[in-house]
């Protein structure tokens, strides 16, 4: 059994969620308590997917957030650097025409600059070796206009509600993996991720720094998770270069 340790070294990561792969949905419901689908329905709210449109999906594990997107008609780019992940989630996925699955590094996405109306990661970013680096990388791949949605477990604001989450990570937690999960190893590797991420008004500034305007965010069951909102300035008419005149 492999577990990654907070270095987050790509290959170690992914490996580790290879070997989880399979049952990683199950388990994540389990261990969420069953918060997981209504922190998903609460993303796709704020994605607020519209047919036609491209979204990238990063850290989309097996697909089950990018059919949520694809509902009403978005094409969705389901990518991940697991390839584990991306086998089982093409194989649940296949009858969906609307979700391609690509294998991808966040830190180097193989797409095109402006590709994309809308980029979201939930329960990713924090595996990621440079979470910055990745967020500037959404911000490319991002059209003008275009949005971010990322939702992260995070820090509850209220102490008495902080230090039982945290009882329930240290002690509660990997009692359910050890039942649930066929890699117990690699929730370790969760909580120590967790208890070791920033806070909310940190994450909105690294989206700032990479350029989102309208940063937001809101807190999701009493702060365990934080959905965090921003959007790519659109060009305005003094950035577009002038037309030359004919015959120049």
Known sequence: MSKAD????????AAMFDEVSTHYDRTNNILSVGNAALWRVATTKAVDPRAGERILDVAAGTGTSSASLA????????????????????????????????????????????????????????NIVDPKKALAEFYRVTKPGGRVVICEFSRPPVSLIRSGYSAYLRYGMPVLARIASSNPAAYEYLMDSIEAW????????????????????????????????????ALHESTVPPVPPKGE
Do not use: C
């Open 198 to 233: 920033p806070s909310q008004p940190v994450l909105a500034g690294w989206l700032r720094e990479a350029g989102y305007e309208n940063v937001a965010y809101r807190n999701l069951t009493a702060g365990i998770v934080a959905l965090h909102r921003g959007r790519k300035p």
């Open 71 to 126: 509902r009403n008609g978005a094409r969705v780019v389901a990518a991940d650097f697991s390839a584990g992940m991306i086998e089982v989630g093409r194989e649940r996925q296949a009858a969906n025409p609307f979700i391609e699955f690509v294998q991808a590094d966040a830190t180097k996405l193989p797409f095109r600059d402006a590709e994309f109306d809308a980029v979201t990661i939930s329960f990713g970013l924090r």
């Open 6 to 13: 907070l270095d987050k070294q790509p290959d170690q990561v």
